[in-house]
């Protein structure tokens, strides 16, 4: 056998995801566990914690991993279009075919973000495509066989939408074979520091400019934040902050921060 690339090393997969803590250390060895094995997986986790970057993450340590990564936001797509985008359609108005996600990401991996948004009735096509491996286009009436492994996201309990009767409790019980729940950004202080280094790096890169410092006082405030919008709330202030520094050190905008991004008392 032999030894491993350095593109197959666990951590490697994972050098987006920025921290120490540790309720990420243990989401990210769950992770590793399941990215290899071949069962859907059921990501959980508040708007803007870093679902997709996990999602990725598996995609990369699987052995799908040179295959296809096709993602579709359930709750962008229109009324009466998800099923088109997923399942594609056998002649539209242009009398011409259409080849949806599930057949495009056939031997690779469907991501399914904002999967409590999928209407009951897709749904059960959902199961199909887990429990037999097929589906039909729209128009239709041939199966089509189909290889795949789905990732899903959800901010939302799918339990309690089960009780709710707007999700299906079989596909739930599909879905929810390995759960990973991401935590939130405040649950993981001890990371906020590496996370604002990180970003101020990335932005500063992507706008030309030179940043050495980050003042005792800002980055105490920031490491005491409430983020109702986590990863991605932080990084859009910082994104700001990067654009108005003028000099070495970053520039937080203190004042009227403490509304906006939810300051916790401690």
């Known amino acids: 056998m032999n030894p491993s690339t350095e593109e197959e090393r666990p951590e490697n997969s994972f050098l987006e995801i920025v921290g120490e803590s540790p309720g990420l250390r243990r989401m990210l060895k769950l992770a590793i566990k399941v990215a290899r094995k071949e069962a ?39 009324d009466g279009t998800l099923d088109s985008e997923l399942f594609g359609h056998q002649r539209g108005s242009a009398g ?37 491996r097929e589906f039909e286009r729209l128009g239709s009436a041939y199966s089509i066989p189909v290889n795949v492994r789905l990732i899903a996201t959800t901010q939302y309990d799918l339990g309690e939408r089960v009780a ?3 999700f299906r409790d079989d596909l739930y019980d599909q879905l929810n074979v390995f759960p990973i729940r991401v935590p939130p950004l405040r649950e993981r202080r001890d990371d906020i520091p590496l996370l604002v280094r990180y970003f101020v790096q990335v932005s500063a890169r992507r706008m030309n400019k030179h940043i050495e410092g980050i003042p005792a006082e800002a980055m105490s405030f920031l490491s005491n934040c409430d983020w109702p919008g986590n990863l991605r709330q932080l990084e859009t202030l910082i994104e700001r902050a990067v654009a108005v520094t003028e000099g070495p050190e970053l520039q937080v905008p203190l004042a009227g921060l403490q509304s906006e991004s939810g300051r916790e008392t401690s």
């Not at 990501?43 to 993602?71: P, Q, T, W, Y």
């Open 40 to 78: 859907p997986v059921l990501i959980l986790g508040e708007a803007g914690s870093g679902k997709e970057l996990i999602a990725r993450a598996i995609h990369r340590l699987s052995i799908r991993r040179n295959e296809s990564f096709v993602k579709v936001n359930c709750a962008t797509a229109m």
């Open 96 to 132: 011409t075919r259409k080849i949806g996600h599930v057949e495009l990401a056939n031997n690779g991996i469907l991501f399914l973000d904002k999967i409590a948004h999928v209407p009951l009735d897709l749904q059960a096509k959902l199961l199909r495509l887990l429990e037999h």
């Open 164 to 166: 709710e009767q707007t």
